[in-house]
Nanobody
Framework: QVQLEESGGGLVQAGGSLKLSCSAS????????MGWYRQAPGKEREMVAI???????NYADSAKGRFTTSRDSAKNTFDLQMNSLKPEDTGVYYC???????????WGQGTQVTVFS
């Protein structure tokens, strides 16, 4: 089992920055994949950034060059630094963890990010 808790969302003007943090209930070294997803109003949830244990992160095209992920093994956190935010970045951001074997998927409750112009 993995419990995830996101924090750091809020209201920000376009061009600004926010840092989201995902706190995991166990060592991130025991989690095979961690990711950030977002869901905009009326749209499906989409991947923003994802990283495999020991691998390099992958970003959605919309996030490349603006968003950066980082992990803190001492705190068991997985962060998402978002810069140059745009109104289209607005949505609920979810942290996801995948473990195997057997394959399991966990989600946090989400944190709201609202970017206004």
């Amino acid at each position: 089992q993995v419990q995830l808790e996101e924090s750091g969302g809020g209201l920000v003007q376009a061009g600004g920055s926010l840092k989201l943090s995902c706190s995991a209930s166990r060592s991130i070294f025991t989690i095979n994949v961690m990711g950030w997803y977002r869901q905009a109003p009326g749209k499906e949830r989409e991947m923003v950034a994802i990283i495999n244990l020991g691998g390099a992160p992958n970003y959605a095209d919309s996030a490349k060059g603006r968003f950066t992920t980082s992990r803190d093994s001492a705190k068991n956190t997985f962060d998402l630094q978002m810069n140059s935010l745009k109104p289209e970045d607005t949505g609920v951001y979810y942290c996801q963890a995948q473990t195997w074997p057997p394959r399991r998927e966990y989600w946090g409750q989400g944190t709201q990010v609202t970017v206004f112009s």
